[in-house]
């Protein structure tokens, strides 16, 4: 069975001075690959940090064969090298950093495979439902598996932003999670790759909502950039905000 996939993009600066977020595609006849990223560091650091991880696990795809979860790892492992080199040969960059998630996907077998670094995310729909959302390299989600914090309290915690581990950091505290093998897309599948500066004013039920209503990919995603607008409207330097999301025919 070959896909018939619809892709669509979200991309804010919300209230900073600039964005640090990041993301992007590349496909062939047979392979699809999506990118998206958050940097940090300062202007002239996260940003570069974001683009650099988009460019290069993107480059790296577009040079490599098949799709899978052991070659995300790689790439990832890879770029982590690349942005460690990049902020060594440039001391303005060298507190940079950047989460990373990365989705491929083997067209002709309908096959997809992800992984991700930090606490951008990675959801998976089914019938609507989410059935896949990934686990971030936090310390709330640390709280959160050790059952000291609830679910819903990782948006308002004071220390959410504190990740433990991002593209940047030395390789042996470098932490990816990788989706199990053999996930097959059905039609109606749908995918979404976010920053934080969106998961954190959507919650779980709003996602599903918005998505049962929108009548394409391109819908969704206005419909989710006005729910973040309305959410942060009390707070004028609220964080960048980008998604990318995949919808199977």
Same mark, same amino acid.
């Given at each position: 069975m070959?896909l018939?996939?619809?892709l669509a993009?979200?991309?804010r600066?919300?209230g900073?001075?600039? %964005?640090e977020? !990041?993301c ?5 006849a047979?392979?699809?690959c999506?990118?998206?990223a958050?940097g940090a560091?300062?202007h002239?650091g996260?940003d570069k940090a974001?683009?650099?991880a988009?460019?290069n696990?993107?480059g790296l795809f ?8 052991p070659?995300i790892e790689?790439?990832i492992?890879d770029?982590n090298?690349?942005?460690?080199r990049?902020?060594a040969?440039d001391r303005?960059v060298? %507190?940079?950093y950047s989460?990373a998630?990365?989705l ?7 096959t ?6 930090g606490?951008?995310r990675?959801?998976l729909?089914r ?6 959302r990934?686990?971030?390299h936090s310390?709330?989600?640390?709280l959160v598996?050790g059952?000291m914090? !609830?679910v ?13 581990s991002a ?5 042996e505290?470098l932490?990816v999670a990788l ?5 097959r ?5 749908v995918?979404m790759l ?5 998961w954190e004013y959507v919650d ?6 918005t ?10 995603m206005?419909?989710?950039e ?5 959410a !942060? ?5 609220h964080? %960048?905000?980008?998604a ?6």
């Open positions: 070959t018939e996939l619809q993009t979200m991309s600066q919300g900073r001075k600039y %964005n977020d !990041a992007g595609h590349w496909h062939s047979g392979r699809l999506c990118v998206l958050d560091g300062g002239g996260g974001s683009k650099l988009v460019e696990i993107l577009a040079a490599e064969s098949g799709a899978s979860a070659l790689r790439l492992i770029t090298r690349a942005i460690i990049h902020r040969d303005s060298q %507190n940079m989460t998630v990365a491929v996907v083997d067209l002709d077998a309908a997809v495979a992800w992984g991700h670094c606490d951008s990675l959801y729909f019938q609507g439902r989410i059935v896949v990934t686990r971030d310390l709330v989600q640390s598996d059952g914090l !609830a819903e309290e990782m948006r308002s915690h004071p220390q959410r932003s504190e990740l433990l593209l940047g950091v030395a390789e505290d932490q989706s199990e093998e053999g996930w897309l059905q039609p109606g599948d995918v976010c920053t934080d500066g969106l779980d039920p709003e996602l599903e909502s998505l049962a209503e929108a009548p394409d990919a391109r819908a969704w206005k419909a989710l006005q729910l973040v607008l309305q !942060a409207v009390r707070k004028p330097r964080d %960048n905000f980008t990318m999301t995949i919808w199977v025919r």
